[in-house]
Nanobody, 124 residues
Framework: QVQLVESGGGLVQAGGSLRLACAAA????????MGWFRQAPGKEREFVAA????????DYANSVKGRFTISRDNAKKMLYLQMNSLTPEDTAIYYC?????????????????WGKGTLVTVSS
């Protein structure tokens, strides 16, 4: 089992930036793909970005390409999401997730581990 704890959410004005962090714990973390999802009020949870832990392979939702960057620190077992040029449409609870491979995250299927989320609010 993997434990995931998000941090870094908050209130920011449109056009601003935030950096989310996810602390991962568990023996198998180094073998998993990890990523970020978000759920806006009244909407379903959606994929945002993901990357393999040991291989430099990433994927992004079209809505965040060019604005968000996912990165990780293997030694610290940390996953990050740098969010730039934020808009009110980015307002959501952001969740960290871990799964056996990148495809599961991208397709939002058979994801075994979730954090509790961190709220990001972007004001206009």
């Amino acid at each position: 089992q993997v434990q995931l704890v998000e941090s870094g959410g908050g209130l920011v004005q449109a056009g601003g930036s935030l950096r989310l962090a996810c602390a991962a714990a568990g023996r198998t973390v180094s073998t998993l793909a990890m990523g970020w999802f978000r759920q806006a009020p009244g909407k379903e949870r959606e994929f945002v970005a993901a990357r393999n832990w040991g291989v430099d392979s990433t994927d992004y939702a079209n809505s965040v390409k060019g604005r968000f960057t996912i990165s990780r620190d293997n030694a610290k077992k940390m996953l990050y999401l740098q969010m730039n040029s934020l808009t009110p449409e980015d307002t959501a609870i952001y969740y960290c997730a871990a799964a056996a491979n990148l495809a599961r995250l991208v397709n939002n299927q058979n994801i075994d581990n979730w954090g509790k989320g961190t709220l990001v609010t972007v004001s206009s």
